[in-house]
């Protein structure tokens, strides 16, 4: 044998024997090396974030241990915070020979104190991107969902006492708090199964679902199987679909179910207070791409009652801005006595009135635009059907675009807003009243049987303020313009009006065609005055002065014919109507001077707003200067 070949043959020998000794001297020598500034510095070139960790130790073998504490993240620049995250400790059991082909199986990971913030910069980049994320709005979703290869195949995850917060674009922060979170699988074709115990904005919530498999996680190519559900107090939210982005919960396609005894634990993680104590369902398709979460075709119920809601969607804010919420809602029947209202005394009572507040945020999050549609309303004293609204709330404004319904006899359309003070809010609208059957208006108002028959407009605005709806319903201040233009009136009231001597011998039958008539309407806390109040029939014009009590339900009103208008018979003396609203006193009268200057002058429209003074113009009875 030659001497190199003899070199050779005990390299070869000697390999295996250097192969076990630097075997041994990594098992021996690596697991009390700390790694942690060696790492920390190849993941801060890699994701362009500093990144701090106080120790990362590796015991190799079969598995392969990895011990870490004291691990940063530091935040985006421009960020509200320092770092976006950080990890007391965690521990993690790797499988070896993958290793050399590049794939990281982690067997088993344990992690306590994990903390993250989401949230984007005042332009727009947010700081969940790595690499780079342009100023200014997100580009639009590529066609390709992202790549998942390199993630670590995950089969068994427990994490204890995390806490994650997103600060939306307006920066409010939505705050979640972790307990305790298992995600675990038997292998990697099986599904995943996630449990998780915590809090969202304070209220308790449990999730569970079993997923698509760790190796459907890996694929990108294919929306991974996402089935979730929560429970909360008295509340259970369940979504089964798919996640093409499961990583960031985006690019979500499936049916969302909801089902709660009260809406409060969903209220109050939105930030509106507990709310009433009321069952709703609602179930629909549901879909989330990038800002924009939608809801469509959606059906339920709520406080027992039918409800369909074509499309609820949520557009996060851009830069510093709220988040805006858009809904279109169809009930059957909406009862807000018995949503909002006390409890009846019994079973068989009635609820007692609902109260709206109208103290709201000067820069309300979200922003709200809603339509909404109802057969049947009911509202305090309010009953009506066929109603359509449209609103929204507005930076420094509730605008109220829509409000149609059909109450008392007649169509009423109205539109207003609300701004606020302090302690409340500010109300400022107008209503059209058309066709409006007199019998059914003067029995809503509680009134003893009226001689005029017919169909009435009018025209009505509105001022009012306070911190309740109902307590400023009450001290508003209202004028109004009733009117009409045809119809018929009891030739008794003529003839009683007018004390036509005729009357001393017999009453007057039937009724005489009624040309028009004009009452402009003054009202402050409920206490007003019509004046005029003017009513032109074939036998003759009527004029008055009224006022009255709403409170109280009492009035007081001098009418008088018009000389000019009757007949020959008139004695052209007044008559007094007053007391109760359904038992007045009817007594001759006579006129103040006041009130024939007034009567002669002509109609004072100065005060009133332009539609209504346009309104009253229009009208026959209307009279622009003192009587000839």
């Not at 000697?14 to 001297?25: E, F, Q, R, S």
């Not at 993690?92 to 913030?117: K, Y």
């Not at 369902?281 to 119920?301: E, M, N, P």
């Not at 709206?356 to 009953?383: I, K, N």
């Amino acid at each position: 044998m030659t001497r190199r070949s003899k070199i050779i043959l005990g390299t070869l020998l000697a390999l295996p024997v250097l192969a076990i000794v630097a075997l041994l001297a990594i098992v021996l020598i690596l697991p009390r090396v700390d790694l942690a500034d060696r790492v920390a510095a190849r993941l801060s070139a890699s994701l362009g974030r500093a990144v701090t960790i106080e120790s990362l130790r590796v015991t190799p073998g079969f598995p392969t241990m990895v011990a870490v504490s004291g691990l940063g993240l530091a935040n985006i620049d421009g960020g509200s915070a320092p770092q976006m995250a950080s990890l007391a400790t965690a521990t993690a059991t790797l499988d070896l020979l993958p290793l050399l082909q590049g794939l990281v199986v982690l067997r088993q990971v344990e992690a306590d104190g994990f903390s993250l913030l989401l949230e984007r910069t005042a332009d727009k980049r947010r700081n969940w991107r790595f690499g780079g994320d342009p100023a200014g709005p997100a580009a639009p979703f590529a066609p390709q969902p992202p790549d998942r290869s390199g993630l670590p195949l995950l089969l068994d995850l427990r994490l204890t006492r995390a806490d994650i917060v997103f600060r939306t674009s307006s920066g409010t922060p939505l705050r979640t708090e972790l307990t305790t979170v298992t995600l675990a699988a038997p292998s990697a074709d099986e599904s995943l199964t996630l449990n998780a115990e915590g809090a969202y904005q304070s209220v308790p919530v449990t999730l569970a679902g079993t997923l698509g498999t760790p190796n459907q996680l890996r694929d990108g190519r294919t929306p991974f199987p996402y089935p979730l559900r929560a429970t909360a107090p008295e509340t259970v939210l369940t979504f089964v679909g798919t996640a093409a982005d499961p990583l960031n919960a985006d690019r979500l396609e499936g049916t969302l179910t909801l089902q709660a005894q009260s809406p409060g634990a969903i209220l109050t993680m939105a930030g509106a207070g507990p709310g009433p104590a009321i069952p709703v369902s609602l179930a629909g398709t549901f879909s989330r791409q990038g800002d924009v979460w939608r809801l469509t075709g959606a059906s339920g119920a709520l406080a027992g009652e039918d409800f369909a809601a074509p499309r609820i969607e949520m557009t996060e804010g851009g830069s510093g801005q709220p988040d805006t919420v858009v809904a279109q809602i169809d009930f059957t029947k909406l009862d807000l006595n018995a949503m909002l209202g006390t409890p009846p005394a019994d079973a068989g009572g009635r609820h007692g009135e609902a109260d709206m507040p109208l103290t709201f945020a000067g820069a309300p999050d979200p922003l709200l635009q809603v339509q909404a549609t109802a057969r049947e309303f009911h509202y305090a004293d309010l009953d009506g059907a066929d109603v359509r609204f449209t609103a929204s709330a507005q930076p420094g404004r509730v605008a109220v675009e829509t409000l149609a319904m059909t109450a008392y006899g007649s169509r009423i359309e109205a539109s207003g807003e609300v701004v606020p003070i302090p302690n409340g809010g500010r109300i400022t609208a107008e209503a059209v009243m058309r066709d409006g059957d007199v019998d059914t208006l003067r029995r809503a108002f509680g009134l003893r049987s009226l001689p005029v028959r017919g169909r009435m407009e009018g025209r009505v605005a509105v001022r009012a303020e306070g911190a309740a709806l109902n307590a400023a319903t009450r001290r508003a201040e209202v004028s109004a313009v009733v009117a009409m233009r045809s119809g018929s009136i009891a030739k008794e009231v003529i003839e009683m009006a007018s004390t036509d001597v005729r009357a001393l011998f017999r009453t007057a039958r039937g009724y005489t065609p009624l040309t028009c008539l004009l009452a402009m309407v003054d009202v402050r806390a409920g206490r007003g005055e019509a004046a005029p109040l003017r009513i032109r029939a074939g036998t003759g014009t009527i004029s008055g002065l009224a006022s009255f009590d709403l409170n109280r339900k009492r009035l007081d009103l001098v009418i008088g014919s018009q000389s000019e208008t009757t007949s020959s018979f008139a004695l052209d003396i007044p008559v007094r109507v007053s007391g109760s609203f359904a038992n007045p006193d009817i007594l001759p009268a006579r006129w103040s001077s006041e009130g024939r200057a007034r009567l002669a002058a002509g109609d004072r429209i100065a005060p009133l707003p332009a539609p209504l003074r346009d309104f009253a113009r229009q009208n026959p009875c209307y009279r622009a200067g003192g009587r000839r």
